[in-house]
């Protein structure tokens, strides 16, 4: 399927990486990563940072280079798990543009009710993720969006990825091995894996993790509070993420 999109970020070789044969990662290593990272993402200036505190030298956004990615997010949960806009399969079905109910208005007014349904449609398409056709229905192509189509949706995606996973990382640093608040974090690691396997592998982590977010994302909404109890007192809503990563080194 085309997608009407700039081109996605590409890893480019990073001189600064300097892992020891073992595969043991220095704090150097990953500071120094960190800041290749930045400056590929283009948000870092020609200063170079002389400590982790020296925050003056990197030139972060205070404001979401794309504000809307969770909005997005948010409309496609809804238009693949709410039964009104689901054929007799439990497909996400096609919806006209306008009408009382059942339209891709009705739909982005529910699901992003501060967003513009028609910039947000716009997006999609840009995005490759829906089409319109000539009589004017709206047909969704995919239930999450490619984050890396498109250079702003993946600064937001990547720092976001990158704050998400510090968050996890602290929270267990400041708990108790033992103790039931710990967030799960496991890897699963090979360092003599044969190389040849890496499409196959490519394939299976994302056939199955693809299945396993969106079961996770089904119960994630069917536990989130509704609109009217979220300021009700002992309804306190809570941001959560689960997140798959793959990653590469070449040895």
Same mark, same amino acid.
């Given at each position: ?55 003056? /030298? %990197? &030139?972060? !956004?205070?404001?979401? #280079?794309?504000? =809307? ?6 409309? @496609?949960? $809804? ?74 949706? /993946? %600064? &937001?995606? !990547?720092?976001?990825? #990158?704050?998400? =996973? ?6 267990? @640093?400041? $708990? ?76």
């Amino acid at each position: 399927m085309k997608r009407n999109s700039t081109k996605p970020l590409r890893p480019r070789t990073q001189k600064r990486i300097a892992a020891t044969s073992s595969g043991d990662l220095t704090a150097n290593d990953v500071i120094a990563n960190l800041f290749d990272l930045f400056e590929q993402l283009g948000l870092r200036n020609s200063q170079a940072a002389t400590s982790l505190t020296d925050t003056a /030298a %990197i &030139q972060i !956004t205070q404001h979401p #280079l794309y504000e =809307f990615a969770s909005a997005i997010g948010e409309l @496609l949960t $809804s238009w693949h798990q709410d039964p009104q806009f689901l054929d007799d399969d439990g497909n996400p079905r096609s919806i006209p543009l306008h009408a009382q109910q059942c339209s891709f208005r009705y739909l982005a007014k529910q699901a992003v009710p501060n967003l513009d349904e028609s910039y947000l449609l716009s997006e999609l398409q840009r995005l490759g993720v829906v089409s319109v056709d000539k009589a004017g229905f709206v047909t969704v192509h995919m239930r999450s969006f490619p984050a890396y189509e498109d250079k702003r949706l /993946a %600064i &937001q995606h !990547t720092l976001t990825s #990158l704050d998400s =996973f510090i968050r996890t990382l602290r929270h267990n @640093l400041n $708990s108790t091995p033992s103790n039931s608040d710990q967030l799960f974090h496991r890897i699963a690691q090979c360092y003599d894996f044969d190389s040849r396997e890496i499409p196959a592998l490519k394939i299976r982590v994302k056939r199955y993790g693809q299945t396993f977010l969106e079961s996770f994302d089904d119960w994630l909404r069917r536990k989130t509070l509704p609109k009217q109890r979220k300021s009700s007192y002992g309804k306190r809503p809570t941001h959560v993420s689960i997140g798959i990563y793959l990653s590469i080194e070449d040895r």
